[in-house]
């Protein structure tokens, strides 16, 4: 499996952007696909997760309402649209894979590259 992200940026606090991850390798619908970010200094922490197979979505509180999770079967691509970004969103946003509905980051098994998102306040 190989999870090609991108999408990230420079915004200002308020501001959208819209992150993208590109699968390629596997059966795009057996998989949960999650998003984690990472800021300095601190570990990586779960954003969201979506699965297909009985539709569902999670979320970490701290975006909840702000970012939603989606995924377009055709592109073998899954989305992170983010709204209303704070100064606190700043960090390396990753894509991840796994067999399991989970946030747990060890459940996922394979990782994009990472894309950078930052918000000036």
């Known amino acids: 499996v190989q999870l090609q992200a991108s999408g990230g940026g420079l915004v200002q606090a308020g501001g959208s952007l819209r992150l993208s991850c590109a699968a390629s390798?596997?059966?795009?619908?057996?998989?949960?696909m999650g998003w984690f970010r990472q800021a300095p200094g601190k570990e990586r922490e779960f954003v969201a997760c979506a699965r297909w197979s009985v539709y569902s979505t999670d979320y970490a509180d701290s975006v909840k309402g702000r970012f939603t999770i989606s995924r377009d079967n055709a592109k073998r691509t899954v989305y992170l649209q983010m709204n209303s970004l704070k100064a606190e969103d700043t960090a390396v946003y990753y894509c991840?894979?796994?067999?399991?509905?989970?946030?747990?980051?060890?459940?996922?098994?394979?990782w994009g590259q990472g894309t950078q998102v930052t918000v000036s306040s």
């Open positions: 390798g596997c059966t795009f619908s057996n998989y949960v």
């Open positions: 991840a894979a796994a067999r399991d509905y989970s946030r747990d980051i060890s459940r996922y098994d394979y």
